[in-house]
């Protein structure tokens, strides 16, 4: 299922969200991953990224009532009913473009573990529990939620992404999704949202350091 234009923005309104509470943590990301050099780490641009989106993700949502969790070391922003999860993820492929197929056309850009494994299998046993959020009466354990995942991608054309349900790996790549929301807006396009260019490899710099010895070798 594919939701665009309107009925993208109401099933985000059905989540408890607005376009905004998605455009505000990839527009801070992109500003804190726009600050790296050639002098850092290389990758490093797309770890702020990630990193920064969580972040402003949970920051924006934390006066809404959402909480949030590291456990697994996966970044959840929670929902107030307890009963679903958000977390952004860096994705290769057709993000953003309705007419991707729901398999194997959009992955996780990153090759994930078992802790994202076991998430991605209890996403397709609970499909219930995001579909009528509150209607249980006990929350589960945070490791046991339906979790979304906040799709980007970077490129020469700027930034895409969507807000998917993963229900499915193959190998160690998330790559089948029950579930895409594609917003009809995008304000993030242009070359200074290409957190890739950032990341293209630095090549290393060999530096000559004059050492003196004393005494006799």
């Not at 929350?139 to 992404?161: C, H, Q, R």
């Amino acid at each position: 299922m594919c939701h665009v234009g309107d009925d993208a923005v109401q099933r985000l309104h059905a989540l408890g969200l607005t376009p905004d509470d998605v455009f505000f943590p990839l527009r801070g990301a992109s500003a804190e991953a726009r600050l790296s050099t050639e002098m850092d780490s290389p990758g490093m641009a797309g770890y702020t990224f990630w990193s920064r989106c969580n972040r402003f993700f949970r920051e924006r949502m934390q006066s809404h009532g959402w909480t949030y969790s590291n456990a697994q070391h996966i970044l959840r922003c929670i929902h107030p009913s307890g009963r679903f999860a958000v977390t952004a993820v860096s994705a290769s492929g057709q993000v953003g473009v309705e007419a991707a197929n729901w398999s194997g056309d959009i992955r996780t850009k990153n090759p994930k573990g078992a802790a994202v494994a076991k998430l991605v299998q209890r996403n397709e046993e609970q499909l219930s529990l995001f579909t009528l959020p509150g209607q249980r009466t006990e929350a589960p354990d945070v490791t046991e939620i339906p979790t979304w995942f906040l799709l980007y991608k970077s490129g020469k054309e700027g930034l895409a992404f969507e807000l998917s349900m993963p229900v499915e790996m193959h190998g160690k790549h998330v790559d089948t999704w029950h579930e895409r929301i594609i917003l009809p807006e995008n304000p993030f396009t242009g070359p200074e949202f290409d957190i890739k260019r950032l990341d293209e490899t630095v090549e290393d710099v060999a530096v000559d350091v004059p050492v003196e010895f004393k005494g006799a070798i």
